[in-house]
């Protein structure tokens, strides 16, 4: 019923910026607060949490690998949710993934599909 779309990946160099959205559909997600995330996996590699915001955007979380660098946001209708990328090295090469739990929950249930993002030295 939760329907997650990322978009923006691409190909950068070193330092360059990426923003990253993430589209939600579906009665879920539109009608009833929800957690969002980010997360990325490099090939070869686990799952690893990048950021989150609460269902009201008020409140956000990241790993101290990307803090100070990248940014988590919603939209106002809190549909959609982005993540900028600025800075960006090649360790950072992998692929993004966009989830979503509903509120009150602690396991991320809903999963987008991923988009690759490269950064070239």
């Known amino acids: 019923q939760v329907m997650l779309v990322e978009s923006g990946g691409g190909l950068v160099q070193a330092g360059g910026s990426l923003r990253l959205s993430c589209a939600a559909s579906?009665?879920?997600?539109?009608?009833?607060?929800?957690?969002m995330g980010w997360f990325r996996q490099a090939p070869g590699k686990e799952r690893k949490f990048v950021a989150s915001i609460g269902w009201s955007g008020s409140r956000t979380a990241y790993t101290d690998i990307v803090k100070g660098r990248f940014t988590i946001s919603r939209d106002g209708a809190k549909n959609t949710v982005f993540l900028q990328m600025n800075s960006l090295e090649p360790e950072d090469t992998a692929v993004y993934y966009c989830?979503?739990?509903?509120?009150?929950?602690?396991?991320?249930?809903?999963w987008g599909q991923g988009t690759q993002v490269t950064v070239s030295s």
């Open positions: 579906g009665r879920t997600s539109s009608s009833y607060a929800m957690d």
């Open positions: 989830a979503a739990k509903v509120f009150g929950t602690t396991a991320y249930n809903y």
